[in-house]
């Protein structure tokens, strides 16, 4: 892995094709150190009431947005992008599911926000802590939510030549 470095403000326009830009950026930005070989960046977002949320700056965001979060439906938008290093040839989608956060009580909030967890976590929350406690369900790619769809990555970098063995 290696960090592009760049600022991650999404830039305007609709959601979907900003977060795939973002992701392009990232991969453009680090197949420009690599010089060859293919790049692969995503970048993920929540989106909840037309708002985007991203990485909690602090304690208190983080609460903020669990607690908006909590017992409603939202979106996770993950942009995946893929660049030939050696050509430039770029290209990138966007994932989209929706989540169903479970009713956690405020103890649940306070309690994963002292762990620390949700501090580097698009929305303040992954999927997966707290051994799925958060979320009562998902309607699309469950790997999308966690952070980087499987899918979509695999028919993105199939169309550059990289090929995964699939297990009977």
Do not use: W
Not at 32 to 42: E, I, K, M, N, S
Not at 112 to 120: I, L, M
Not at 124 to 144: K, M, P, R, W
């Amino acid at each position: 892995m290696i960090p592009s470095d760049i600022d991650e403000l999404l830039e305007g326009g609709p959601t979907l094709d900003a977060v795939a830009g973002l992701a392009l950026r990232k991969a453009r930005a680090v197949a420009g150190r690599v010089g060859a070989g293919v790049v692969l960046a995503a970048d993920t977002v929540v989106v909840i009431d037309g708002v985007v949320l991203g990485k909690p700056l602090g304690p208190d965001e983080a609460r903020g947005m669990l607690v908006r979060l909590r017992g409603r439906q939202h979106e996770v938008i993950t942009g995946v992008a893929v660049v030939d290093a050696g050509t430039g040839r770029a290209d990138s989608t966007t994932a989209v599911s929706r989540v169903l956060m479970a009713g956690y009580p405020d103890a649940t909030i306070e309690a994963y926000v002292a762990s620390g967890a949700p501090f580097d976590k698009a929305g303040a929350y992954a999927i997966q802590d707290l051994n799925g406690a958060l979320v009562d369900g998902v309607v699309g790619s469950y790997t999308n939510v966690v952070g980087l769809p499987v899918e979509a990555t695999r028919r993105l970098l199939e169309g550059f030549g990289v090929v995964s063995e699939r297990r009977a």
